[in-house]
Nanobody
Framework: QVQLVESGGGLVQAGGSLRLSCAAS????????MGWFRQAPGKEREFVAA?????????YYADSVKGRFTIFRDNAKNAVYLQMNSLKPEDTAVYYC?????????????????WGQGTQVTVSS
């Protein structure tokens, strides 16, 4: 079992920045691929970003956040982060981090084995 706890959400004006954190409970965190997803009210959950477990990490981003969001991890702290810059009102959602042992389909939610409880991000116009 891996427990994931997100933090760092909040209310920010358009154009602002937030950094989300996700702390993992397990020391084998470094062997998990990690992803961030989000779900806005009335919409389906969507992929935001993912990072592979390997030392030479591979990064994946949704087109809607590419160039504005950065995912990175600190295996020594069992944590993954999502730096969000140039935020837009359409980024408003509950953001979830997730962990996957698989190597394929990191853009797909069903590929992930563990999920956090989510943190709310609200961007005002």
């Amino acid at each position: 079992q891996v427990q994931l706890v997100e933090s760092g959400g909040g209310l920010v004006q358009a154009g602002g920045s937030l950094r989300l954190s996700c702390a993992a409970s397990r020391r084998t965190f470094s062997t998990y691929n990690m992803g961030w997803f989000r779900q806005a009210p009335g919409k389906e959950r969507e992929f935001v970003a993912a990072i592979s477990w390997s030392s030479s990490s591979t990064y994946y981003y949704a087109d809607s956040v590419k160039g504005r969001f950065t995912i990175f991890r600190d295996n020594a702290k069992n944590a993954v982060y999502l730096q969000m810059n140039s935020l837009k009102p359409e980024d408003t959602a509950v953001y979830y981090c997730a962990a996957s042992k698989g190597v394929l389909g990191l853009r797909v939610g069903s590929s992930y084995d563990y999920w956090g409880q989510g943190t709310q991000v609200t961007v005002s116009s």
